[in-house]
């Protein structure tokens, strides 16, 4: 794709903002990491395995799906932060879905997880200077400044939360 190609402000950017609510980079990943430590590990146990439609994935397969776009996005942060001027490629969630092991873990271990990984990403944000926070970051097709791929963290979590919530936790029945 061309420079003049690339979208600065994509609009899966302006779904991010909306979901983070204006919220600050800082709150906002200290406010995941409160959504996490809320989440009610018996009720997930309850509905296991089970979805709500058939071919969706399982609460287990969407909590490995969080910790490994987390990761995924920190790499690219820190390719941007360092500006180490590799493009980060995309990546393909249905197939990283599809060969995860999330089913055979339990609910218990992916939330430790999904912790540990955002205490981490907390503190990798907070290693940055507002110089470095601003960096652009151009991708294959886009272009944001690193806070937001933080802020990206965030709302993905918002977003799949929400989806547990509607759609998953009615089957706790």
């Known amino acids: 794709m061309e420079k003049s190609e690339t979208k600065e ?8 903002y ?13 406010l995941s990491l409160k959504e996490i430590d ?4 018996a009720q997930l146990n309850r509905i296991g395995l ?15 799906h969080l910790i490994d776009w987390e990761r995924i996005w920190c790499f690219r942060a820190i390719l941007f932060a360092r500006r180490e001027g590799t493009i980060p490629e995309a ?13 055979e873990m339990s609910i218990e271990q992916l939330v430790n997880e999904l912790r540990i990984v ?12 507002k110089k470095i926070l601003e960096t ?10 690193l806070f937001a791929i933080g802020l990206t963290i965030t709302a993905h979590q918002i977003h799949h939360f929400n989806i547990i919530k509607e759609r998953y936790i009615p089957l706790d029945e």
């Open 9 to 16: 402000n994509p609009a899966f950017l302006e779904y991010v």
């Open 18 to 30: 909306e979901l983070n609510e204006g919220t600050e980079l800082p709150e906002a990943l200290e």
């Open 38 to 41: 809320n989440i009610d590990i």
């Open 50 to 64: 089970k979805t709500y439609e058939k071919g969706k994935w399982t609460i287990h397969k969407i909590l490995q």
């Open 91 to 103: 990546h393909d969630q249905e197939i990283m879905a599809e060969n995860s092991n999330a089913d």
């Open 118 to 129: 955002r205490q981490s990403s907390i503190m990798m944000f907070q290693s940055f200077n």
């Open 136 to 145: 652009s970051c151009k991708f294959f097709e886009y272009e944001m400044p």
